[in-house]
């Protein structure tokens, strides 16, 4: 059964002025650092050691240092500037997959005092081996008989019936219907969709992510279909008395191959851009 732990994200952040040359009139420099920590149920602070490694996306003018990544608790950061500016700190937890990184917002101000504390409650969902094992040093993680994450069997209490295993229930699933409704999705229910079967496969679960031989053979079926066009093409031409006119109709971009209802969404533009490569217009 899906379960989830919470957690407390510290962010301590301390700043200072230096006596570096100001770089804009009037506003002095000042060296800041932030510094990442877990705070548990007594409100001590803990290392956050439940991540793998944390990503600061600084204000654009830091120019090549604007996206820095430490892979070390507490995730420190050290830096020079002037100007105050509004910042994402992205958490990557232990073992997570591509996307299951947690974003925090920070303020970088310098109205708060030389040193400041702001907290966030983030989410763990389905913590299994090393991240629960991490997570259980800053606080309880729900029951503590889980092994690796899965509900260990209830032992009957005496007196009592012991319960027989629920049998699961054969659900009938169209599979076509299923198929047809995938594309339709946009990228952020797919992206949900990738998640819950991340988060709910079992040893017996197969999945594969290949996604750029998908894309291969979906454009060679563009490229099919537009060879068959095009030699209708030039047999209607060859039989025609007149001259054909310089139309949109005669273009293969501004129609499909039908079998394109069935494609995945990829980008359409880019399909677009296949097609028309692959046929030319007709003088």
Known sequence: MPYQIKRTVKLVTEQHVTADPPEAEGYPMRAWTINILLQN?????????????????????????????????????????????????????????????????????????????????????????????????????????????APAAATPATGTKEKRPRKSQNRNVDMEKLAEALPQLGEEDLLQVVQMVHDNKSEETYTKNDVESEFRRYIGEVSRECDRLLTCQQTASSTSTSTPSRTSSSRCSGTLPPTASTWPPWPRSLVTCVVDRHLPVSE
């Open 41 to 149: 149920t007594d409100g001590d602070e803990m290392p956050a050691s439940c991540y793998e490694k944390a990503t600061y996306i600084l204000h654009e003018t830091f120019g090549k240092r604007q996206r820095q990544v430490f892979r070390q608790p507490p995730f420190k950061i050290s830096e020079k500037g002037w100007g105050e500016f509004d910042m994402n700190i992205s958490l990557t937890p232990i073992g997570s997959p591509k996307g299951g990184e947690q974003v925090i917002p920070h303020d970088l101000n310098f109205q708060s005092g030389e040193r400041y504390e702001s907290v966030h409650q983030v989410t763990f969902r389905n913590p299994k081996g090393p991240l629960l094992e991490a997570l259980r040093e800053s606080g309880p993680v729900g029951d503590e008989a889980r092994s690796n994450g």
